[in-house]
Nanobody, 125 residues
């Protein structure tokens, strides 16, 4: 199982970024996949999760209305569209999965078993 995230960078407050995650070793039609982040000195937190078999998503409150998770099965890619970015969104973002979970809520709640290297998102003026 491999997950490779990209698309991070420096963006001004209020700006947008789209992160991409190419996966291999499994297909995007059964397990839950998600995005997590970790800022310096802080605990990891879930950003968004998607059940790939029924398209049910889960977002924590801070992400609702600003972040959108999606996937393209033909490209084995998971996306995270982030809008209205804030300085507190600064963190390393990584995509992840747990092949034993098909529930987006369970993945976000329990965390992943497999994750890729992250991509740094910096929100600053």
């Amino acid at each position: 199982v491999q997950l490779q995230a990209s698309g991070g960078g420096l963006v001004q407050p209020g700006g947008s970024l789209r992160l991409s995650c190419v996966v291999s070793g499994f297909t995007l039609d059964r397990p839950a996949v998600g995005w997590f982040r970790q800022a310096p000195g802080k605990e990891r937190e879930a950003v968004s999760c998607l059940s790939t078999w029924n398209d049910i998503t889960h977002y924590p409150d801070f992400a609702k209305g600003r972040f959108t998770i999606s996937r393209d099965k033909t490209k084995n890619t998971v996306y995270l569209q982030m809008n209205d970015l804030r300085p507190e969104d600064t963190a390393v973002y990584y995509c992840a999965t747990d092949l034993g979970h098909s529930s987006s809520y369970a993945l976000c709640l329990n965390g992943p078993s497999d994750r890729g290297q992250g991509t740094l998102v910096t929100v600053s003026s």
